[in-house]
């Protein structure tokens, strides 16, 4: 009833392309759903997040998309360049006593080719 | 304004050792969370302190331990080190919000 599951493993995409990756989730109590961009080395980033009172959310290039009915939310990346390669992680929180762990997907490697 | 720090960045172990990890939160963050990343993996929840008190713990024996101090940044130590705890180490901060930060990590190799 924790896990997130995440998909595609990996992702290869054209310059100017656009990037989908998809999680899907059990626990209907998570009410937050942050995606991470994580390059080789480094900590996970926070990239862009939503609540599930909407449906979507967007920033610059980035657009999280929500189906609260279907358990799923997705992040698409428009206009995908090669600085965007990098490692995404979906996650999962939801608030309870102020608790707020984070439950991650298994990533998504995504690879921008010019 | 300084993100979240973490020190040091890479560390070296034998089996059976002890480990001893520091983190410093976001300046005005007062939770910390400590994740251990297996290579390839994402992200698995350690656990939370929050005043100095360890808030909630996820999967992990209790090798794993913590410490939270007054000027809220936290220690992680693992004791009796096995070749599985080879991981990166992260640590992330917030303050009564669901958005966490993360700093760069450790990365511990248990040999």
Redesign the interface.
């Known amino acids: 009833q924790q896990q997130v599951k995440q998909s595609p493993q990996s992702l290869i995409v054209q310059k100017g392309g656009i990037s989908i990756i998809n999680c899907a989730y059990e626990n209907t109590a998570f009410d937050y759903f942050p995606w991470y961009q994580q390059f080789p080395g480094k900590g996970p980033a926070l990239l862009i997040a939503i609540r599930p009172d909407v449906s979507e959310k967007k920033e610059g290039r980035f657009t999280i998309s929500f189906n609260k009915s279907a358990k799923q939310f997705s992040l698409h990346i428009m206009d995908s360049q090669p600085g965007d390669s990098a490692t995404y992680f979906c996650a999962a929180s939801k608030k309870s006593y102020n608790t707020d762990k984070l439950i991650f997907g298994t990533g998504t490697r995504l690879q921008v080719f010019p | 304004d300084a993100g979240?720090t973490q020190s040091p960045t890479h560390l070296i172990k034998t089996r059976g050792q002890q480990v001893t990890l520091r983190c410093s939160p976001k300046s005005g963050h007062d939770t910390v969370?400590w994740?251990q990343q297996a290579l390839?993996?994402?992200?698995?929840?350690i656990f939370?302190y929050?005043e100095e008190e360890e808030?909630?713990r996820?999967n992990f024996p209790d090798r794993f331990s913590g410490h939270q101090f007054p000027n809220y940044s936290s220690e992680l130590n693992v004791n009796a080190l096995l070749l599985g705890d080879s991981a990166l180490y992260?640590c992330?901060s917030?303050r009564?919000?669901?958005?966490?930060?993360?700093?760069?990590?450790t990365r511990l190799t248990v040999t």
Do not use: H, I, M, N
């Open positions: 979240v969370s994740y390839g993996q994402g992200p698995q929840f939370q929050y808030r909630q996820g992260l992330a917030t009564s919000s669901y958005e966490q930060y993360f700093g760069p990590g």
